[in-house]
């Protein structure tokens, strides 16, 4: 089987205790994307979060935390053929306030930390359920 990884993050602006995802049309999802040739875990996550944001490092303090998600799934790219699929979370806190300017997606939400909603994407509970227990 096809393996894929995809490295991202999860960004919590402290102050304002909200978290960023970005809204696709029938889903939500962490700023993230395949890693290029060459590139770190971490590398992938910046270059991502800059490009689907306009979230630069420089405005991010990445406190070395990351988490691995791992599942089947089936790709378009790949002839609707299934895929093992990892998926690198890198946990960021901005340092202050930015202005998020959404490049590949139609929108995004700040969404209250700590998490008290449900979400229907069991990627994003996984992800949302070991940052809190690295946190506690």
């Known amino acids: 089987m096809k393996k894929v990884k995809s490295c991202g993050f999860l960004i919590i602006h402290r102050e304002r205790q909200q978290f960023l995802l970005l809204k696709h ?3 939500y999802d962490f ?6 040739l060459g590139e770190s875990d971490l590398e992938c996550a910046f270059r991502e979060l800059q490009e689907e944001t306009g979230i630069t490092k420089e405005q991010v303090n990445a406190d070395g935390f990351s988490c691995d998600i791992n ?4 790709y378009k790219r790949f002839g609707n053929r299934k895929v093992h699929k ?3 979370i890198f946990l960021g806190w901005l340092k202050k306030d930015v ?3 959404v490049t590949e997606h139609p929108s995004f939400e700040w969404c209250p930390w700590p998490n008290k909603r449900k979400f229907t994407e069991k990627n994003i509970v996984k992800v949302l359920e070991k940052v809190e227990d690295y946190l506690h």
Do not use: A, L, M, W
Not at 71 to 74: D, V
């Open 99 to 101: 202005d998020i300017c």
């Open 25 to 27: 049309h029938h889903r």
């Open 86 to 88: 990892t998926v690198v």
């Open 71 to 74: 599942y089947t799934t089936r």
């Open 31 to 36: 700023p993230k994307g395949h890693v290029e």
